[in-house]
């Protein structure tokens, strides 16, 4: 499916099959000399077909289009490396660029899930079934790299480098001042909210995205382009749904916590999920990886708040209030 947006500003559907995302938005700017494509997919033939498709639709030849990657994730930068031709520039944001070309780099992940209490039996299940693995790039092409404030200009948009750490380290969205147009990548969602997930204590993943809404909500947009679902035309409404989503996950988590002193893995375990099953043993492996994630996220940020506090005990890592 194509969508106009704006002249010469075209949104293209990629399906993500089996994936609770439904589709990626893929934003692309026609132009007369070099074209640009704003996120791709994952790497799998559904993505390829679809995106392909679009941009022949379109009339945008590969060998005349560059890409900006808004985060590392697989779903955004997993297809890029079957697209990208001799002459093609890939604009990418350091934080994420170093984590992409580290080697091992699901290894430490693994340790560090099993210290918050994730199955080992289960552990190396779960990244075998998490999409970022199946379907990641086959290779790293060559990237250029954009801090915040840089500019790209592509057809008529002229559009500043936003970095909006949170979803991921390096998290970089995309604004156009001018046109009041936001390309939000991750960064802001509709219907659903964005996966905030920590496997680092040397990072708080909440804190910093908060922050970055806060920055975001300061901005004068008329549009904003997320990186999946429907556009959203009133992006401060969002930003303070969003902030009070993750105040009523810190409350839960506390409550949870007010009786007995747990594990990351069973936090998550014991909170409320958007997800069609019965229990927590029924949800699917990446599912449940996903979960714990977010929940040592927000188990992070009350830490760093001195609102709860950690003990280990024969090799976990167990939570309790302060």
């Known amino acids: 499916m194509i969508q106009e947006i704006g002249p010469d500003l075209f949104v293209i559907q990629v399906p993500l099959p089996n994936s609770p995302l439904k589709y990626l938005n893929s934003y692309v700017v026609r132009a007369k000399d070099r074209h640009l494509v704003i996120d791709t997919g994952l790497n799998r033939r559904a993505c390829y077909d679809a995106l392909t498709g679009g941009l022949h639709e379109l009339g945008v030849e590969l060998d ?22 001799e002459s093609s520039r890939v604009y990418f944001n350091r934080p994420d660029a170093e984590i992409v070309e580290a080697k091992g780099w699901w290894e430490p992940m693994l340790a560090y899930a099993g210290l918050h209490g994730f199955p080992e039996g289960q552990l190396r299940k779960a990244i075998e079934q998490h999409p970022g693995y199946k379907h990641s790039s086959e290779w790293v092409p060559d990237m250029r790299m ?12 002229r559009f500043e480098c936003v970095q909006t750490p949170g979803h ?53 947009i008329d549009l904003t382009l997320p990186g999946h679902r429907r556009l959203i035309e009133d992006h401060r409404t969002r930003i303070e749904e969003l902030k009070t989503h ?18 990351a893995y069973d936090v998550a375990a014991r909170m409320t999920w958007d997800i069609k099953c019965d229990s927590w043993e029924e949800f699917p492996i990446a599912q449940k990886w996903f979960a714990t994630g977010e929940a040592i996220s927000h188990l992070r940020y009350l830490e760093e708040l001195g609102r709860i506090r950690r003990e280990s005990n024969n090799g976990r890592v167990l939570f309790t209030v302060s």
């Open 64 to 85: 005349k289009t560059d890409f900006f990657i808004t985060h590392l994730h697989a779903d955004h930068f997993g297809l890029v490396s079957r697209l990208v031709t």
């Open 146 to 157: 954009l801090n915040d404030g840089d500019v790209i200009e592509a057809g008529n948009y």
């Open 168 to 220: 991921t380290v390096g998290h970089t969205c995309l604004y156009d001042r001018e046109k009041k147009i936001f390309v939000a990548g991750d960064h802001i969602l509709i219907d659903i909210t964005p996966n905030i997930q920590c496997w680092s204590d040397a990072h708080n993943p909440l804190g910093s995205y908060l922050k970055s809404l806060d920055r975001v909500k300061e901005l004068e």
């Open 246 to 263: 993750h105040q009523h996950r810190c409350n839960e988590i506390l409550n949870i916590l007010e009786t007995e002193m747990l594990s």
